[in-house]
């Protein structure tokens, strides 16, 4: 499995790269939005974990362009929970509110990459 | 104009209406008592002299009583009062004298035009039983009595009383005069004068906020760390303690980030049963109050529904029962009725808390005297957000060491 991690904390990137590559498998971070966009084009990846709050590219074009690719997308946000269910996205990504346990992440990724199995045999 | 500013300017428009009505009360109550005063004065000193006003000289016809000389050397002072030299010309009065058998012997009405000697006798009739007041409005009445002979005496007041009564009819016309101008110049300058309010309010909320949000991102990263230094190095007292810590700051944040964002205008309202959602959630957590060793009790009315939104209400009720988890010594009781269109929810346990209303406790970061450490201080200030934006009331009181949270909707 390989995931890119996108978030402007730093530390946390780190963190849960560890995590993620003990775990899961490879994992790219980035906290930079073109970058993102720039390794959405190159690379293929499994799951794309996005921070909302990325700069210098606004979330919802690398949401759209990680689509494009038929990358599931797990938006993180540091709104609490019912203020994430007052946006549209819920309705097509899965939400992660800061903060979470590595365990809720992991329980996202199974989560949306069996969503997105669900989606690919249907098409 | 938001829901708190209409609450402002009605409230200003009450308080200047009350301070109005007060005002215009003592004015017009004064006015109306001296003018009442003044005419008893009058009906006393007629009744001081058996029934005519003024030296005996001055009352051809009248009737034939002499005249109190101690009273009569005061009679004509004052330039303006009853008793002024002037009120012999200007007083309308009749007064009638009845023998005790009831048969009336003599008449005084030739100082008075509008009623002749018959209506004079006829309605000192009616008076007899009394002792004084206001008859027709205007009249003023003395009913007294002298060596077995019973005397009516009526005073016309109506041009006395009708400088109260323009009085009275300016105050009205005058206190709504001043509630319209008020309300406009409210709408005008309410803006102004609520603003400050309104901004202190903003700031809280978005300093909650971003304090919120500001801590979200690093308990995430320690919680993270925490996870990667116990698997590199195994789990230790340090390293749990870590976890716990943190989940007790998640749990802050969580709520942190509740308050302030329900309200009247993001509610998803949908019919729901209340008694359900509170029997679920005691069901859930009644192993918590066993363990606890508190006697749990509930008393909930089956199928009460209301309309509101489900996320908050589940919330709350979680609110109270933690409430109860948090604080109950003994035993912590949940009742729920209907009574006509009022829903009623009680949450009460023990605690040590001296009797009183405790509404702070609904006040964000305040903890009663029994709070525990690491309380927080927000759950009931959740709850009194999440019942005033379903338009209902939520109070908080001890009675007998058992404390209350008492919530309509």
């Known amino acids: ?123 | 104009m938001n829901r708190a500013e209409k609450k402002f300017r009605l409230y200003a428009i009450l308080v200047i209406f009350v301070l109005l009505t007060v005002l215009m009360a003592v004015i017009n109550g004064v006015n109306f008592t001296m003018a009442s005063s003044d005419a008893d004065m009058l009906t006393q000193m007629i009744a001081d002299r058996q029934g005519a006003f003024g030296p005996i000289d001055n009352n051809p016809g009248g009737m034939q009583f002499q005249p109190d000389q101690d009273n009569n050397k005061d009679f004509g002072m004052g330039p303006m009062g009853p008793d002024s030299p002037e009120m012999n010309e200007s007083l309308r009065y009749f007064t009638v004298a009845f023998s005790e058998n009831g048969e009336s012997e003599e008449i005084v009405a030739f100082h008075i035009s509008a009623v002749s000697e018959d209506e004079a006798k006829e309605w000192a009739k009616e008076l007899v039983g009394q002792t004084s007041g206001w008859t027709k409005w205007t009249y003023r009445y003395r009913v007294y009595r002298n060596q077995g002979t019973t005397y009516v005496t009526v005073i016309d007041q109506g041009r006395e009383l009708l400088p109260s009564f323009r009085i009275l009819i300016i105050s009205v016309i005058g206190e709504v005069l001043v509630l319209v101008i008020g309300w406009f110049v409210l709408l005008l300058i309410g803006r102004k004068i609520y603003a400050p309010l309104e901004e202190a309010d903003r700031k809280q909320k978005n300093f909650i906020a971003n304090a919120n949000k500001e801590f979200r991102v690093p308990l995430t990263v320690i919680d993270g760390n925490t996870e990667l230094t116990e698997r590199r190095y195994g789990p230790d007292d340090q390293t749990r303690s870590t976890h716990r810590q943190v989940a007790k700051m998640n749990e802050l944040v969580d709520k942190l980030g509740s308050v302030g964002i329900f309200d009247e205008e993001n509610m998803n309202r949908s019919d729901i049963s209340l008694s359900e959602y509170i029997k679920d959630a005691l069901r859930r957590r009644s192993e918590e109050f066993s363990e606890k060793g508190i006697a749990l009790t509930e008393d909930v009315s089956e199928d009460v529904k209301i309309s509101a939104d489900p996320e908050a209400m589940s919330r709350l009720i979680d609110e109270l029962i933690v409430n109860a988890l948090k604080f109950a010594k003994t035993k912590a009781e949940f009742r729920l009725k209907k009574e006509n269109e009022t829903v009623l929810i009680l949450a009460s346990n023990d605690a040590d808390l001296p009797d009183g209303p405790y509404e702070q406790a609904f006040d964000r970061f305040t903890t009663l005297s029994n709070a525990k450490e690491g309380d927080a201080g927000l759950g009931l200030s959740y709850v009194k957000q999440t019942v005033k934006a379903h338009n209902g009331r939520a109070t908080a009181s001890v009675n007998s060491g058992i404390f209350t949270l008492r919530i309509t909707l």
Do not use: W
């Open chain 1, 1 to 123: 499995m390989k995931i890119l991690f996108a978030a402007p904390d730093r530390d946390l990137l780190e963190c849960y790269r560890k995590l993620l590559e003990e775990d899961l498998g490879e994992t790219v971070t980035s906290f930079d939005g073109t970058q993102v966009i720039s390794l959405l084009s190159t690379d293929d990846f499994d799951v794309l974990i996005l921070d909302k709050k990325l700069p210098r590219v606004d979330y919802r074009k690398i949401i759209e362009r990680a689509d494009n690719r038929m990358i599931p997308v797990i938006v993180l946000t540091d709104e609490p929970e019912r203020a994430s269910l007052l946006t549209d996205e819920k309705l097509k990504f899965e939400h992660l509110s800061y903060p979470f346990t590595f365990d809720r992440v992991k329980d996202a990724i199974c989560k949306t990459l069996a969503e997105a199995g669900q989606r690919k045999e249907k098409a």
